[in-house]
RNA sequence: GGAGGUAUGGCCGAGUGGUUGAAGGCGGCAGUCUUGAAAACUGUUAGGCCGCAAGGUCUCGUGGGUUCAAAUCCUACUACCUCCGCCA
């Protein structure tokens, strides 16, 4: 949520923001909004200010015995409440307008956040590695929704029997793959400073409003009868851990990562990416979120980009860094880089991983705070962070397409080895030995 | 799932329907004393919103209700605790 404030004396600010983020943007219903708020406020306050005196009044009265006078002050303060109630139902109309509004606005982009229509104007920041050329090893690479099933390491069929299109199943080194790379991941975030942690994987609403999946992208969500949600990412639960806290800033950045499963509807995406397990309504994420001051917030989002990037780079699987433009970035983020990995089936590079600095717009949204006697008084909204280190699913269709063979094996990249039981090769004869 | 109990400020804890935003203690901060520290003593110590300000208003788990007036009464919900039952 932005701060209404600053909306206020940054009109000029917030219209040219939201139409670079082609987002729409009603000043003039804001501002009216916003000056019928106030007005309500003081005309509410007024009566109850009036109400509380004359209440003080008629307690002295009764302690002093006089019933009769008493009664009709009152008689007074009904006639007040009467005014009232009128004035604070228009209030409470026209906070809640108000409020809907704001929550329904994303975030100001940051001022180095390229000014773009959608995802054709993002920058490449910067490439590493080379694609491996198939064609000069004499072989047409797989898909990894080929050499899965042929492998017998995924299952497509088995996971739309027992739950619908867009599961899927892992079997045998697929799956010890999967916990491979999970372990992988969160033990090189964990030698690099970041705080493990292991939490729900249901939400409620206060939670999703938090870090703003609600209340504008419910339909992105499962949600259960009880009204829980399937969380779609492990931010909303790192980032909420501290909601409604007030942090000291010399705790300040918290590094936290967790993995989690996410699950999301993928309701829009109808027909896109609809083979392998690119687009998938539940896969396995490792999640990496920072809590921050707003003067570290920037520079601790390169960071997490390199801790992402760390990842792909010992995993030895070539990659580019895009810098999202205004029209392309999320609801919640000022700023976002994207980890593109190479995939032979795309011929391209394909969206891994998302590093976002939300500013202090979660922050507002989640009440959390920082407070640092040195510098200022009272307390005030931290930055909050977040990046996949990485997508597993996403991880795992690049190593097995990275790393196939001639035969239609795969090759383990050598730092998944210790953690694939010793084996090198995925092949139907690979025997684990640890 | 059944029965009972509890919910107050950073923490502990008092609170009779009426100057109670809330006693007291701990902790924190500032000061006195001291060469310094400790101890002792003194003072101070929630937040949101509206307002240029003065000031006002709201907040005692959450939401309703009763009342001129609610931390205090009623009610629903939520969380926690105890006992019983069941169970990875």
């Known amino acids: 949520m932005l701060d209404i404030k600053f909306v206020r004396e ?27 708020r106030r007005e309500a406020i003081q005309q509410e306050e007024a009566l109850q200010a009036e109400r509380n005196t004359l209440s003080k009044e008629i307690g002295k009265m009764m302690g002093a015995g006089q019933k009769d006078e008493a009664e009709a002050v ?22 809640g307008e108000l409020r809907a509004m704001l929550m329904s606005v994303p975030n100001m982009p940051d001022a180095t956040t390229p000014v773009g229509a959608d995802e054709n104007d993002n920058p490449e920041v910067r490439r590493w590695g080379t694609p491996r050329d198939f064609a000069a090893e004499g072989f047409e690479p797989k898909a990894h929704w080929d050499l899965g099933p042929e492998l017998d390491i995924i299952d497509f069929d088995r996971g739309v029997k027992l739950a619908e299109s867009r599961f899927y199943v892992l079997g045998g080194l697929g799956a010890r793959l999967e916990r491979a790379l999970i372990s992988f991941m969160l033990d090189q975030h964990v030698a690099r400073g970041y705080k493990e ?73 109808a027909g896109r990416d609809t083979r392998g397990i690119i687009r998938v309504h539940q896969f396995s994420k490792v999640e990496m979120v920072k809590y921050a001051t707003p003067e570290t917030g920037f520079a ?135």
Request: net charge negative; proline share 5%.
């Open 74 to 95: 009152k008689e007074r303060v009904r006639a007040i409440n009467d005014e009232l109630s009128g004035v604070s139902a228009r209030r409470e109309a026209v906070d």
């Open 300 to 434: 601790e989002l390169e960071a997490m980009v390199e801790d992402a990037e760390n990842i792909l780079q010992k995993l030895e699987l070539p990659y580019r860094v895009i810098s999202l433009c205004t029209g392309d970035i999320g609801f919640s983020s000022a700023k976002t880089y994207d980890l593109e990995v190479w995939l032979p089936c795309y011929n391209d590079y394909k969206e891994i991983s998302s590093c976002s600095c939300c500013t202090d717009f979660q922050a507002r949204r989640a009440n959390i705070k920082y407070r640092d006697p040195d510098s200022f008084k009272g307390s005030r909204y931290l930055y909050t962070l977040n990046g996949s280190g990485l997508a597993v699913g996403r991880t795992m269709a690049a190593v097995i397409e990275n790393y196939q063979q001639p035969d239609g094996t795969i090759r383990v990249p050598d730092a998944l080895v210790p953690y694939m039981g010793g084996v090198t090769v995925i092949e139907p004869e690979a025997v684990v030995t640890a």
């Open 197 to 269: 942690w292991w939490v729900p994987a249901l939400a409620n609403a206060a939670t999703l409003t938090g870090t703003a999946q609600l209340p504008k992208f419910e339909g992105d969500l499962f949600k259960t009868t009880g009204g829980l949600y399937l969380i779609p990412t492990a931010e909303v639960q790192l980032t909420n851990l501290h909601a409604g806290e007030v942090l000291d800033a010399s705790q300040l950045p918290l590094k936290y990562c967790a993995f989690t499963p996410c699950f999301r509807e993928e309701a829009g995406s």
């Open 10 to 36: 940054n009109q000029d600010a917030v219209r040219e923001a939201m139409e670079n983020r082609n987002a729409s943007w009603d000043a003039a219903r804001f501002s009216e909004l916003d000056e019928s």
